[in-house]
């Protein structure tokens, strides 16, 4: 049964991403894409962006708060955000370069790096900008660029959007009732 979901899974992949049809399961490149997905889980965890977002969340509630007012604005209450609405999200789309910007301390790119601060990647998409967005590099480039960059930034901009959109997101209370700081501690295992 897991092969069949997986094969599905992949069929839906190579229609999203490179908007070829399958026509059955049995079809090559849904079996490459099965295998490659196999290999994505075995180096790393899916969906580590996603859950680590909720104690980058709860350490940095301004930013949040900005994100939610930004998603209600621009989308309004009676709705989810949809990728339709991803270029009216500046800061949105901020939020996940810098939850992708994590993944580096380059100082000469990124001052203050480990200060969670979105607001360094609105000015780079300014025209004439020299600023490094991280999606131009966490995936790879050249020759060893992720296949699946686009489908993954997608859903990745989609989880977020809706995570922020959705919920509250705040510090746990112990029993003292004061507020307990997630560790800003991450476990290696994402890529080896």
């Known amino acids: 049964m897991r092969s069949i979901v997986d094969r599905f899974l992949a069929a839906i992949m190579l229609e999203i991403t490179y908007g070829r049809r399958v026509q059955s399961l049995d079809d090559e490149l849904v079996r490459l894409a ?18 680590d977002f909720f104690p980058i969340l709860a350490r940095n509630r301004s930013a949040l708060l900005k994100a939610q007012e930004e998603i209600d604005r621009v989308v309004g209450r009676d709705r989810l955000p949809e990728f339709s609405d991803r270029d009216s999200l500046p800061y949105t789309n901020a939020l996940l370069e810098e939850v992708y910007r994590a993944m580096t301390r380059d100082t000469k790119h990124y001052p203050e790096p480990e200060e969670f601060r979105p607001e360094r990647h609105l000015r780079s998409k300014l025209p004439g900008s020299k600023a490094l967005l991280p999606s131009s590099f966490v995936f790879g480039f050249g020759r060893r660029v992720c296949a699946g960059q686009n489908l993954a930034d997608a859903s990745m901009w ?32 994402f890529t080896r």
């Not at 977020?160 to 997630?182: H, Q, R, S, W």
């Open 34 to 51: 099965e295998r490659g997905m196999d290999g994505t889980n075995e180096a790393g965890r899916p969906g580590a962006v996603p859950v």
């Open 158 to 189: 989609l989880a977020i959007a809706n995570i922020v959109a959705l919920f509250d997101v705040c510090k746990a209370i112990d029993d003292a009732g004061k507020e307990v700081t997630p560790p800003a501690e991450f476990l290696p295992g």
